[in-house]
């Protein structure tokens, strides 16, 4: 018998002993991380909501009960008793039943209501029916990844089951070294920024946290083929957390199946599908660039399907000596500080990932309160001596005078910027700004896959922050819907219009000028002296967003067989306080009032001086001791 | 055609350019580090010495030219013209014909005299007979290792040329990436004594740097499991090289066989022999103390047959990258500061292994002096803030006051001893002082394994001092050889009668007193108050030795079946200063020396004090960024 099937059947005695003898429990087994329980008594364990706490306590296991298939109600019968049980202001859009898991998937506009108080409606549902139900939002506005993600998954739920069986059984495996050490190795944007890569390695266990490119630098990947990552063969790997999607941190997870790797993927909900997104629109950009893609787009999907979503706050073990659990790390949607609480005890390690330290419109400031936490892996992208940003007000005060005087002067607004994060940051800010009569009403067109990026935000307010998520739950007054929003299809007729109209404001990616939709608009609009071009996010060097902001006065179009320059006669402008990372200041803070103090922190995600800058501040002001490691090291903590 | 032949092709290209037509080149390989030609007209060779050495300055590559073996005069015919070309005084004993490879291997008594001035007749020799003569020391004093590792070698030719074909390919492959670094990892004896191991590594190749165990703590060996090391597979591990033969740096040298490396161990010719010596005598300990050995002799065989021995000096390939360089390290016979030149120009690091700074009887000084290094890689076993030694002068005073005094009551002195370097610093300390009459003529009786050792040193005079080696060499008054020492059989009966008799010395194994003959004399002598114990060697925490020298009055002598205590009436004294370790003087001076400075230090081998001690006082007396690494850390260099 392996260890697995004989701690299983430990767990069982455990569950035997606890469970009142008229409730059956036909059989016991790991899915992934959590402990699934089957019985011919659904209808019971629902009733007794107790008892699965207790267990779950008892056990230290994440527990689902699933009902054995044959005391199901027959489809079409629970159907109708299922939407009697849902009050109808939930908007129940769909209801999917799988048989083999005894699982009834409820698609609705307004899962909370489905849900009810504490979870009452899903009990009376089992109670009902005996099916559990497992409830998704109909995202507010439609997106095309969320649907392909959801539709993807149903196709395989069959092979996602041996995936999560064969995971399950090596999470739960004893063991097998006397050893004790906890090691981390920087394979990654160590004294860099881009290409994010880590190992934390056990006697018993290796994860790899984040897999991402180096953008502008072609190429550059994080070092995958020495012995410590992926040189002994993909399956030295037991598992990938991934701190958010961009893709400094997501674009070659893909990728890892592609060499082999067959192990779960850790991350949020949202960050999975917006690795979705953003990978594949990786590739295409790949493709229209003349350059082969490092992979194709069935790698995605193999990543999709190995993806194990966690919810902030979840404790879950992810190998025999290691729990995870991700806090929120207000970066992007889905982002998330990732905690490691090693062997029982023996060491704490916190990747931050990249944070916002203060509020934002979009989020609540990075979680930095931990159980119990030795070592900080921090990031430190504005951590140099002078990287302070203007206060977003003052930001937002200059950007709305910077709209209202092309206004005056009938001119439009053109802001480069990313998909993910910064866009839906300005709509925010416009919204409200227009709302108040701060700028005058205009439309606000959205470029590129800006639009899709915002469906998938109104599919996980719970990601969003407090406010703005009961403006989206409760009040149905979700700004991300105003009516100024106009989503661009893609057709250049459109834009022309919009370019020949009247005052507007464009957000539009890329938001380096480096391609994308935004070409395009410059083509149009470059030689307007009315209009302004509005840099927010920051322009890497080379990129022609610097150029443009170092003063260059025509700029080369290239597109529909043209390779042609235009006057840039626009004003230029540029508003920062918008960024997604932390500023000196917030990275400072971020330490200071960490609880618990950590003993150690690696500064990494920075560039070589603001690295070293952050790591000598950290030192010097809060006396913890700092390194700003090279890629290629590796650490020992205990 | 792989890289290799075709490098070889283009090597052969410029043989033929410099080679004058008249001489006929039939074939070129790689036999291990070095490239073999050979040819029909081996006397014409022999007769331009300048052009082989013309050859190996163009090709940058170490040279051998042998016979095409069917311009080979006949082994008898050969056999009566060399033994007249060799002056009689050279003793030869033995030809051993090889016509595999036109070699003839002469044991001489004197292999200075077979070599003539410059191998002036070495290469009348060839041009005489064709053959190419290799010659090996008949050794003064017999040597069962030395004889056993020789009557293999001899007996495994045909194995060792497949090895030496296939290392030779291997060593001489391109460098396969583009990516440029080196890194070190720390698999042992960090902030410990004991289980020597590290791994140079660069993208293209992984050196293993010793691979001991740690004495008196069971079952602690080095790291070899973690992907860095053998976790990749043992084809991950492209060579191994060897400091020196000391348990603590060669014990599982044997083993890395037994987990299937299959590649070369570089070391010197006396470490290899040494470590034949000591793993067997560690296997046969392993054995007596009821312990399953952790391979068994078949593996020291192997370990035997993959060593390519390397002289002081020599500078070899032993991978695309990189170049290795053994230089005296003065620690005992054969030990070597390792020195490893990195990429094209690219880096150079030097492993100290064990280091004595000073000049001792048997050795120079540790070597210091490096064309290039920016790394060293330092022992600090005496690294400690007070481990001053004493100077040996005045420890020879008090160790021959201690034998006066014994002699005086007509006493004994048993002295407990490491057989490898401490037993045969002492044998010279005692020889000269009877010589000079300092102290009275009795008889040194040897014990243990430290005759065979001592012979071992005899075989290898170029390896000692070199006024020690002119004694051994041309006086003919080879120390070791002197009357009063009486090597021990091995017979309990020659014990007693010793241990009856009048005063006298006696050496014998183990130095800590766990273990060995030293336990029998301890049975005989330790009642006999007029006789004294003298410890002459660090003993370790929880042996005998450590526990007699803090004052317990009776001893446990188990063996022939007793198992009881003796009283310890005897006088115990202890004389330091005759460490083969540097103290924290030499290792101050050794870095303040050293040129060039070194950039960076890592101080290794020492308890955590002493390693924090001297990593700190480096930097801040000498200001040198040092190191204090903890096992199963990584760091880059480059």
Redesign the interface.
């Known amino acids: 018998m392996s260890t697995v099937d004989k701690q299983l059947e430990d767990v069982k005695a455990t569950i035997d002993e606890e469970v009142p003898r008229r409730i059956s429990v036909s059989d016991v087994t790991y899915e992934g991380p959590e402990l699934v329980i089957y019985t011919r008594d659904p209808k019971e364990f629902a009733a007794n909501s107790d008892l699965v706490r207790r267990l779950a306590s008892k056990l230290r296991k994440r527990i689902t009960v699933r009902p054995d298939p044959d005391v199901l109600a027959p489809p079409a019968e629970a159907e109708e008793a299922i939407r009697e049980l849902i009050p109808e202001e939930a908007g129940v859009m769909d209801l999917d039943f799988h048989a083999d898991t005894g699982e009834v998937v409820v698609q609705a506009q307004k899962p909370g209501v489905v849900i009810g108080r504490r979870g009452s409606t899903l009990r009376e549902i089992t109670q009902e029916v005996g099916w559990t139900p497992e409830v998704v939002r109909t995202p507010p506005i439609e997106s095309s990844t969320v649907e392909n993600v959801r539709n993807f998954l149903k196709q395989e739920r069959e092979d996602r089951r041996d995936i999560l069986e064969r995971v399950g059984r090596q999470i739960h495996r004893e063991p097998m070294?006397d050893?004790e050490?906890v090691?981390i190795?920087t394979l990654g944007c160590c004294r860099e920024v881009g290409r994010a890569a880590f190992i934390l390695?056990t006697?018993d266990t290796?994860i790899l946290i984040d897999c991402g490119n180096k953008p502008g630098a072609n190429g550059e990947q994080p070092?995958l083929?020495?012995?410590?990552a992926f040189?002994?063969?993909t399956n030295?790997i037991d598992a990938v957390v991934l701190t958010h999607a961009h893709l400094d941190h997501s674009a070659l997870v893909p990728l890892l199946f592609e060499y082999g790797y067959d192990g779960p993927i850790y991350c949020t909900e949202p960050t999975r599908d917006l690795m979705g997104l953003l990978t594949l629109d990786h590739l295409d950009t790949a493709a229209d660039d003349g350059r082969t893609p490092p992979y194709d787009s069935e790698m995605v999907r193999e990543a999709i399907k190995h993806t194990i979503p966690l919810e902030y706050g979840d404790v879950t073990d992810i190998a025999p000596d290691i729990k995870l659990t991700l806090h929120n790390a207000g970066h992007i949607l889905g982002s998330s500080v990732c905690h490691f609480h090693v062997g029982d005890g023996l060491y704490n390690v916190a990747f931050s990932g990249d944070i916002h330290y203060d509020d934002t419109r979009l989020f609540d400031g990075a979680v930095n309160d931990f159980p119990r936490v030795e070592t900080l892996v921090l990031e430190s992208t504005y951590g140099g001596r002078n990287d302070y940003q203007t206060d977003q007000e003052d930001s937002e005060r200059k950007l709305k005078q910077i709209i209202q005087n092309a206004y005056d002067r009938n001119g439009k607004v053109l802001i480069p910027t990313f998909a993910v994060g910064r866009s839906q940051e300005l709509m925010l800010v416009l919204e409200e700004a227009m709302r108040n009569g701060d700028i005058p009403e205009m439309p606000v067109h959205l470029d590129g896959m800006i639009w899709e990026a915002t469906a998938v935000h109104t599919t996980y307010p719970e990601y969003l922050r407090d406010g703005l998520q009961d403006r989206i739950f409760d009040e149905d007054k979700n700004p991300f819907l105003a009516d100024r929003f106009n989503p661009i299809d893609g057709d250049d007729e459109e834009r022309e219009e919009i370019a020949d109209g009247d005052s507007c404001i464009i957000l539009s990616t890329s938001g380096m000028l480096t391609g994308g939709p935004v070409m395009s608009w410059l083509d149009q609009l470059g030689p307007d002296p009315d209009s302004t071009l509005t840099f927010v996010d920051y322009q890497a060097e080379g990129t022609l967003g610097k150029r443009i902001q170092r003063g260059i006065d025509e700029v080369p179009v290239s597109g529909s067989g043209r390779n042609e320059k235009v006057p840039l006669e626009m004003t230029v402008e540029t508003v920062d306080g918008f960024s997604g990372h932390a500023d000196r200041q917030g990275l400072e803070n971020f330490v200071k009032t960490m609880n618990p103090r950590p003993e150690k922190i690696l500064c990494v995600h920075g560039d070589e001086s603001a690295t070293q800058d952050l790591s000598s501040s950290l030192y010097h002001d809060q006396n913890i001791r700092t390194f700003a490691p090279?890629?290629?090291?590796?650490?020992?903590f205990r």
Chains 1, 2 share one sequence.
Do not use: V
């Open positions: 070294s050893d050490y090691r190795t390695s006697p290796r070092y083929d020495i012995p410590e040189g002994a063969g030295g090279e890629n290629l090291e590796t650490f020992r």
